[in-house]
């Protein structure tokens, strides 16, 4: 099912918005945050070699990890 695909960076922040703080957020916002949070994080995406198969991988975790934590601190110093 996942031949094939890319691993992308913008698909995991959606999916990690989505699952971690989507009933916080309208659709449009969770797009907008996105993008927000691309720019931000991407000292963190650069610490990991993303490659197609890195969603089955244990770093794949740990940087899920990583960024609900950067999010989560976005969101509260900006009081969202």
Do not use: W
Request: charged content about 30%; aromatic content about 12%.
């Amino acid at each position: 099912l996942m031949r094939d695909l890319h691993f992308s960076k913008r698909r995991m922040l959606l999916n990690i918005i989505e699952s971690e703080f989507g009933n916080e957020f309208p659709e449009d916002k969770k797009k907008a945050l996105v993008k927000k949070m691309s720019s931000r994080l991407e000292s963190v995406f650069s610490s990991y070699t993303l490659l197609d198969e890195f969603e089955q991988t244990s770093e794949y975790n740990t940087l899920y990890n990583k960024i609900t934590g950067e999010i989560a601190l976005y969101l509260e110093s900006h009081g969202i």
